[in-house]
Protein backbone atom coordinates (compact mmCIF):
# COMPACT_ATOMS: atom_id res chain seq x y z
CA UNK A 1 0.00 0.00 0.00
CA UNK A 2 1.26 3.21 -0.81
CA UNK A 3 2.01 6.03 1.81
CA UNK A 4 2.53 9.88 2.02
CA UNK A 5 4.96 11.46 4.88
CA UNK A 6 5.20 15.17 5.03
CA UNK A 7 7.32 15.43 7.71
CA UNK A 8 7.12 19.36 8.67
CA UNK A 9 3.71 20.09 10.29
CA UNK A 10 4.08 23.88 10.25
CA UNK A 11 6.51 25.76 8.36
CA UNK A 12 7.04 30.16 8.64
CA UNK A 13 8.18 32.23 5.90
CA UNK A 14 8.33 35.61 5.23
CA UNK A 15 7.05 36.71 2.26
CA UNK A 16 9.53 37.42 -0.53
CA UNK A 17 11.72 34.17 0.88
CA UNK A 18 11.82 30.99 -1.44
CA UNK A 19 9.59 27.96 -0.10
CA UNK A 20 10.08 24.35 0.01
CA UNK A 21 7.72 21.70 1.07
CA UNK A 22 8.65 18.13 1.72
CA UNK A 23 6.98 15.38 0.78
CA UNK A 24 8.34 11.57 0.45
CA UNK A 25 6.09 8.65 -0.41
CA UNK A 26 6.53 4.48 -0.65
CA UNK A 27 4.89 2.97 -3.29
CA UNK A 28 6.30 0.27 -4.96
CA UNK A 29 7.06 1.62 -8.46
CA UNK A 30 6.11 5.35 -10.82
CA UNK A 31 3.59 6.76 -8.44
CA UNK A 32 0.66 9.19 -9.60
CA UNK A 33 2.15 12.19 -7.21
CA UNK A 34 0.46 15.45 -6.56
CA UNK A 35 0.25 18.46 -4.77
CA UNK A 36 -2.95 20.50 -3.36
CA UNK A 37 -3.91 23.32 -1.16
CA UNK A 38 -6.39 23.92 0.99
CA UNK A 39 -7.52 27.77 2.31
CA UNK A 40 -9.39 28.00 5.57
CA UNK A 41 -13.01 26.64 4.88
CA UNK A 42 -12.81 25.63 1.37
CA UNK A 43 -12.04 22.82 -0.37
CA UNK A 44 -8.58 21.57 -1.30
CA UNK A 45 -7.35 22.55 -5.35
CA UNK A 46 -4.50 20.89 -7.46
CA UNK A 47 -1.51 22.87 -7.42
CA UNK A 48 0.09 20.32 -9.60
CA UNK A 49 0.96 16.58 -10.46
CA UNK A 50 3.82 14.06 -11.78
CA UNK A 51 2.88 10.97 -13.85
CA UNK A 52 5.71 10.77 -15.84
CA UNK A 53 8.06 12.12 -18.19
CA UNK A 54 9.88 15.80 -17.10
CA UNK A 55 10.81 15.42 -13.14
CA UNK A 56 10.37 18.49 -12.64
CA UNK A 57 6.91 20.22 -13.33
CA UNK A 58 5.28 23.25 -13.28
CA UNK A 59 1.24 24.44 -11.48
CA UNK A 60 -0.78 27.23 -10.85
CA UNK A 61 0.36 29.95 -8.48
CA UNK A 62 4.38 29.78 -9.60
CA UNK A 63 5.05 26.65 -7.66
CA UNK A 64 7.10 24.19 -8.65
CA UNK A 65 7.80 20.47 -7.94
CA UNK A 66 10.55 18.09 -8.51
CA UNK A 67 10.43 14.03 -8.65
CA UNK A 68 13.15 12.43 -7.15
CA UNK A 69 12.94 8.28 -7.66
CA UNK A 70 16.19 7.58 -5.73
CA UNK A 71 14.81 9.72 -2.88
CA UNK A 72 11.25 8.76 -3.18
CA UNK A 73 10.70 12.94 -3.01
CA UNK A 74 8.51 14.91 -4.08
CA UNK A 75 8.80 18.50 -2.82
CA UNK A 76 6.95 21.53 -3.70
CA UNK A 77 8.78 24.82 -4.71
CA UNK A 78 8.48 28.34 -4.80
CA UNK A 79 10.72 31.29 -5.43
CA UNK A 80 8.98 34.40 -3.57
CA UNK A 81 5.85 33.41 -1.51
CA UNK A 82 3.51 36.08 -1.21
CA UNK A 83 1.20 36.46 2.10
CA UNK A 84 -2.16 34.53 -0.18
CA UNK A 85 0.12 31.32 -0.04
CA UNK A 86 -0.65 31.06 3.57
CA UNK A 87 -2.47 27.68 3.25
CA UNK A 88 -2.20 24.38 4.34
CA UNK A 89 -0.64 21.95 1.76
CA UNK A 90 -1.28 18.00 1.13
CA UNK A 91 1.02 15.40 -1.16
CA UNK A 92 -1.02 12.92 -2.36
CA UNK A 93 0.28 9.46 -4.17
CA UNK A 94 -1.98 7.67 -6.34
CA UNK A 95 -1.16 3.94 -7.45
CA UNK A 96 -0.33 3.79 -10.98
CA UNK A 97 -1.95 1.01 -11.91
CA UNK A 98 -4.22 2.15 -14.82
CA UNK A 99 -7.81 1.50 -13.11
CA UNK A 100 -6.98 2.75 -9.70
CA UNK A 101 -8.35 5.82 -8.07
CA UNK A 102 -7.63 5.95 -4.87
CA UNK A 103 -5.24 9.07 -3.19
CA UNK A 104 -3.88 8.54 -0.33
CA UNK A 105 -2.71 12.56 1.47
CA UNK A 106 -0.33 12.84 3.90
CA UNK A 107 -1.15 14.91 7.02
CA UNK A 108 -0.61 18.03 5.77
CA UNK A 109 1.88 21.20 6.17
CA UNK A 110 0.58 24.82 7.37
CA UNK A 111 2.10 27.43 5.66
CA UNK A 112 2.37 31.11 7.36
CA UNK A 113 3.50 33.93 5.80
CA UNK A 114 5.18 37.02 8.06
CA UNK A 115 4.67 40.49 6.00
CA UNK B 1 -19.49 24.74 -14.23
CA UNK B 2 -19.86 25.46 -10.27
CA UNK B 3 -17.88 22.88 -9.02
CA UNK B 4 -18.79 20.31 -6.49
CA UNK B 5 -21.76 21.17 -4.90
CA UNK B 6 -22.03 20.00 -1.06
CA UNK B 7 -25.21 20.54 0.89
CA UNK B 8 -25.42 21.61 3.74
CA UNK B 9 -22.10 23.56 4.55
CA UNK B 10 -22.60 22.87 8.35
CA UNK B 11 -24.48 20.46 10.08
CA UNK B 12 -24.84 20.61 14.12
CA UNK B 13 -26.79 17.94 15.00
CA UNK B 14 -27.16 15.10 18.60
CA UNK B 15 -25.88 12.06 18.63
CA UNK B 16 -28.24 9.26 18.06
CA UNK B 17 -29.97 11.78 15.38
CA UNK B 18 -29.54 10.50 11.32
CA UNK B 19 -27.44 12.57 9.21
CA UNK B 20 -27.57 12.83 5.65
CA UNK B 21 -24.50 14.56 3.56
CA UNK B 22 -25.20 15.15 -0.42
CA UNK B 23 -23.06 16.03 -2.96
CA UNK B 24 -23.67 16.83 -6.43
CA UNK B 25 -20.13 16.20 -8.79
CA UNK B 26 -19.08 17.94 -12.20
CA UNK B 27 -21.06 16.87 -14.65
CA UNK B 28 -19.75 14.43 -17.18
CA UNK B 29 -17.05 13.16 -13.96
CA UNK B 30 -17.31 9.51 -13.84
CA UNK B 31 -15.47 9.43 -10.27
CA UNK B 32 -16.80 10.32 -7.08
CA UNK B 33 -14.78 10.08 -3.63
CA UNK B 34 -16.25 10.64 -0.31
CA UNK B 35 -13.49 11.63 2.25
CA UNK B 36 -13.57 12.91 6.04
CA UNK B 37 -10.52 14.98 7.25
CA UNK B 38 -9.90 15.45 11.09
CA UNK B 39 -7.51 17.02 13.23
CA UNK B 40 -5.74 13.34 14.34
CA UNK B 41 -7.02 11.54 11.11
CA UNK B 42 -6.07 13.58 8.70
CA UNK B 43 -7.83 13.05 5.51
CA UNK B 44 -9.15 9.98 4.28
CA UNK B 45 -11.18 8.06 1.48
CA UNK B 46 -14.10 6.31 2.90
CA UNK B 47 -15.81 5.35 -0.71
CA UNK B 48 -15.43 5.96 -4.38
CA UNK B 49 -17.86 5.51 -7.52
CA UNK B 50 -17.34 4.89 -10.75
CA UNK B 51 -20.14 5.12 -13.10
CA UNK B 52 -22.66 5.22 -9.86
CA UNK B 53 -21.41 1.86 -8.48
CA UNK B 54 -19.42 1.79 -5.57
CA UNK B 55 -15.72 0.38 -6.40
CA UNK B 56 -13.98 0.47 -2.91
CA UNK B 57 -15.63 1.11 0.32
CA UNK B 58 -12.62 -0.07 2.63
CA UNK B 59 -12.52 3.51 4.42
CA UNK B 60 -16.17 3.55 5.46
CA UNK B 61 -15.75 3.14 9.46
CA UNK B 62 -18.19 1.06 10.44
CA UNK B 63 -21.52 -0.18 9.57
CA UNK B 64 -23.39 3.30 11.02
CA UNK B 65 -21.87 4.96 7.47
CA UNK B 66 -23.47 4.32 3.87
CA UNK B 67 -23.13 5.94 0.85
CA UNK B 68 -25.34 5.65 -2.24
CA UNK B 69 -24.87 7.42 -5.71
CA UNK B 70 -28.87 7.20 -7.10
CA UNK B 71 -27.46 8.47 -10.48
CA UNK B 72 -24.38 10.16 -12.41
CA UNK B 73 -25.65 13.85 -10.66
CA UNK B 74 -26.20 13.24 -6.92
CA UNK B 75 -24.61 11.05 -4.20
CA UNK B 76 -25.28 10.56 -0.45
CA UNK B 77 -23.45 9.56 2.35
CA UNK B 78 -25.90 8.64 5.74
CA UNK B 79 -24.78 8.78 8.91
CA UNK B 80 -27.15 6.57 11.87
CA UNK B 81 -27.41 7.01 14.05
CA UNK B 82 -24.95 9.47 14.56
CA UNK B 83 -22.15 9.74 17.18
CA UNK B 84 -19.57 12.53 18.65
CA UNK B 85 -16.53 10.43 17.38
CA UNK B 86 -18.08 11.17 13.64
CA UNK B 87 -17.86 15.18 13.76
CA UNK B 88 -15.45 15.94 10.97
CA UNK B 89 -15.48 17.85 8.03
CA UNK B 90 -16.90 15.45 4.96
CA UNK B 91 -15.41 16.10 1.25
CA UNK B 92 -16.68 15.33 -2.06
CA UNK B 93 -14.55 15.07 -4.88
CA UNK B 94 -14.99 13.93 -8.93
CA UNK B 95 -13.13 13.08 -11.20
CA UNK B 96 -13.14 12.78 -14.98
CA UNK B 97 -11.90 9.63 -14.84
CA UNK B 98 -9.48 7.29 -13.24
CA UNK B 99 -5.80 7.62 -11.31
CA UNK B 100 -4.15 10.19 -13.20
CA UNK B 101 -6.83 12.89 -13.31
CA UNK B 102 -7.42 15.61 -10.77
CA UNK B 103 -9.84 15.03 -8.23
CA UNK B 104 -11.82 18.36 -7.85
CA UNK B 105 -12.80 18.47 -3.96
CA UNK B 106 -16.47 20.85 -3.07
CA UNK B 107 -16.40 22.82 -0.03
CA UNK B 108 -16.93 20.45 2.80
CA UNK B 109 -19.91 19.49 4.88
CA UNK B 110 -18.63 20.49 8.65
CA UNK B 111 -20.61 18.32 11.03
CA UNK B 112 -20.55 18.47 14.78
CA UNK B 113 -22.48 15.83 16.82
CA UNK B 114 -23.32 16.92 19.96
Known amino acids: ?115 | DAGVIQSPRHEVTEMGQEVTLRCKPISGHDYLFWYRQTMMRGLELLIYFNNNVPIDDSGMPEDRFSAKMPNASFSTLKIQPSEPRDSAVYFCASSEREGRYEQYFGPGTRLTVT
Open chain 1, 1 to 115: AQSVTQPDIHITVSEGASLELRCNYSYGATPYLFWYVQSPGQGLQLLLKYFSGDTLVQGIKGFEAEFKRSQSSFNLRKPSVHWSDAAEYFCAVGANTGTASKLTFGTGTRLQVTL
